[in-house]
């Protein structure tokens, strides 16, 4: 018997992650998607998308307790047969830039059909990132139309936001460095916190857990990815500053800003932007939020708009390193949002390669170790697909380093020297010795000039 049994409404990142997870932990978990084929993948035992340290997980878990986890295509019946009901499923942007609950509000009502179904006390947990309100005012109150029951009484009902990066989600997860639980009620959070008590045992001594309302939880999220967007832009104006200035760097100054205690150096690291599911859209999606409440915000609008402009600049580098980038061949090093994952959400290279279309490149060859299929899915013929470093700079005459992968680290200034046709080098994530690769290449790097 088990003493605890979670449902997982929704197969992304956040759930699977959350789900296998559990699962190593001896809970019975029983996640859900729409998906068939995802659900099958699940159910083999195979991860459906690249994450770091997630495949090698679930293939324990269907080693040594496959009956942990299971993928169901009925939601109602893994609410009906759990204890715990997780809320993990995407939050869209609308064309406008707003949020899109349509997932969230689907989810509610399934849950709302499967409580008519039971008698005993049901915890709903929302994780995914939602607009303040949502979680009381669309998620408990679709759920009680649709079920009779009420929050408080029949059903708890939490929202717990997580603080999970692509490329390390199995990590924080299993090691979080706080756990923020927004309450209905005394009765909601003291199981949710009771559930994590038993999932964290020991870490909890380092991981303080912060209760609070609802409506504060679903905004310490935003107020969590808007302030480290912000900090990404903020060290890309003053990378901007320090291409003003020979013998300046702008590593060494975010270095020396970060050693602040106030401060920390985390998220200060200039390049060519932040992308991934969760920056982009959440920003929009609180901007958008506080608007429709009578607020502009001057600040969020300015964090994405020094984000986006960075592709613009990396190019504008390129063609100051080469001329015209009309017929000559590009190389883009990385096409993920981030390593670890193969993500192309909001991915820097998009934003990269329809600048090099716009000013008329047509020679473009993308090389990731572990994006191309998904490359391939978002961005279809708009470039070429190298199946290693060398192919992809084979005869190149430009090449961006775009995202930050070990086997790039890896690389010396001889590699780029051998197999390229012109060796024109941008540092988009400042992984090389600037010295060193500026002694030997057309070498240049965000936040730093040549005297």
């Known amino acids: 018997m088990y003493k605890y049994k979670v449902s997982i409404l929704g197969t992304g990142f956040i759930g699977l992650c959350s789900a296998a997870c559990f699962a190593q932990k001896d809970i019975k978990v029983l996640a859900s998607t729409h998906d068939e084929t995802k659900a099958n993948l699940i159910n083999e035992g195979k991860a459906p998308f690249f994450e770091e340290n997630l495949q090698e997980m679930m293939d324990d878990i269907k080693k040594e307790k496959p009956d942990l986890l299971q993928c ?9 047969e759990t204890d715990i009901s997780m809320i993990t499923q995407g939050t869209p942007m609308r064309k406008d830039k707003s949020i899109n609950l349509r997932y969230i509000e689907n989810t509610a009502k399934e849950i709302g059909e499967a409580l008519k179904k039971k008698k005993d006390y049901h915890l709903i947990v929302v994780r995914s990132t939602v607009v303040p309100g949502t979680t009381r005012t669309l998620v408990g109150k679709t759920i009680t139309e649709v079920s009779g029951k009420h929050p408080g009484e029949d059903f708890g009902l939490c929202m717990q936001p997580e603080f999970l990066a692509e490329g390390r989600s199995i990590q924080d997860t299993l090691y979080p460095d706080r756990i923020i639980i927004g309450e209905f009620d005394k009765r909601s959070g003291d199981m949710l916190q009771e559930f994590y008590e038993y999932f964290y045992g020991d870490h909890l001594k380092n991981c303080p857990i912060l209760r ?6 679903e905004l310490v999220k935003y107020g969590n990815n808007c302030l480290l967007s912000t900090k990404i832009s903020f060290a890309n104006e003053f990378a901007n500053f320090a291409e003003l200035v020979p013998n300046v760097d702008v590593v060494q100054v975010m270095k020396g800003v970060g050693l602040d205690y106030r401060i920390n150096p985390r998220f200060l690291g200039a390049g060519v932007g932040f992308g991934g599911s969760c920056f982009h859209k959440d920003v929009n999606a609180i901007k958008a939020w506080a608007k429709s409440k009578g607020y502009h915000s ?9 984000n986006d402009d960075q592709a613009i600049h990396v190019v504008d580098i390129a063609e100051q390193l080469v001329g015209s980038l009309k017929e000559k061949k590009i190389t883009l090093l990385g096409l993920s949002f981030k390593p670890g994952t193969d993500d192309m959400r909001e991915a820097a290279s998009i934003r990269v390669i329809n600048e090099l279309i716009k000013r008329g490149a047509t020679n473009i060859i993308g090389y990731d170790p572990k994006a191309l299929e998904t490359a391939r899915k978002e961005l279809g013929d708009k470039i070429d697909y190298a199946k290693n470093v060398e192919e992809a700079l084979q005869n190149s005459e430009c090449a961006f380093l775009i995202t930050e992968w070990e086997e790039f680290k890896r690389l010396t200034p001889e590699d780029f020297l051998k197999h390229m046709k012109s060796p024109n080098l941008i540092d988009g994530r400042r992984i090389y010795d600037y010295d060193l690769f500026n002694s030997k290449l057309n070498f240049r790097a965000i936040g730093r000039i040549n005297p």
Request: charged share 15%; glycine share 0%.
């Open 72 to 80: 169901l295509l009925n939601p109602i019946q893994a609410v009906v």
């Open 212 to 217: 609070m309302n609802l409506e504060s939880a």
């Open 298 to 306: 001057r600040l969020l609008e300015a964090v994405l708009e020094i």
